[in-house]
């Protein structure tokens, strides 16, 4: 059983930065990529970034692109998301979550395994 586990969440101000990190107690070979999500208050859950496990190809929403950026360490086993010029419609509960295989959910994967979250509030 893959465990996931977000941590960096917090307040932070407009316009402020935050690194989000992923740790993973494992990454299975089978493993297409680490997806980050968020759920902002009243809305539905949306995928902003993934990671590719094998060569660590990145992809951002165009929503985000800009100013979010998603990495990983040497080792492959923790995840990054590095989020600068905060906006308070960014305040939402940012997820992980695995990819262990191709399917029709966010970047083309389906997402087996989940973090429990972490929340990032952006206001004055």
């Known amino acids: 059983q893959v465990q996931l586990v977000e941590s960096g969440g917090g307040w932070v101000q407009p316009g402020g930065s935050v690194r989000l990190s992923c740790s993973a107690s494992?990454?299975?070979?089978?493993?297409?990529?680490i997806g980050w999500f968020r759920q902002a208050p009243g809305k539905e859950r949306e995928g902003i970034a993934y990671?590719?496990?094998?060569?660590?190809?990145?992809y951002h929403d165009p929503s985000v692109k800009d100013r979010f950026t998603t990495s990983r360490d040497s080792a492959g086993n923790t995840v990054y998301l590095q989020m600068n010029g905060l906006k308070p419609e960014d305040t939402a509960v940012y997820y992980c979550?695995?990819?262990?295989?191709?399917?029709?959910?966010?970047?083309?994967?389906?997402?087996?395994?989940w973090g429990k979250g972490t929340l990032v509030t952006v206001s004055s």
């Open positions: 494992e990454i299975p070979l089978e493993s297409k990529a």
């Open positions: 990671i590719h496990t094998d060569d660590g190809w990145a």
């Open positions: 979550a695995l990819g262990l295989r191709y399917g029709v959910e966010f970047g083309g994967y389906e997402y087996a395994y």
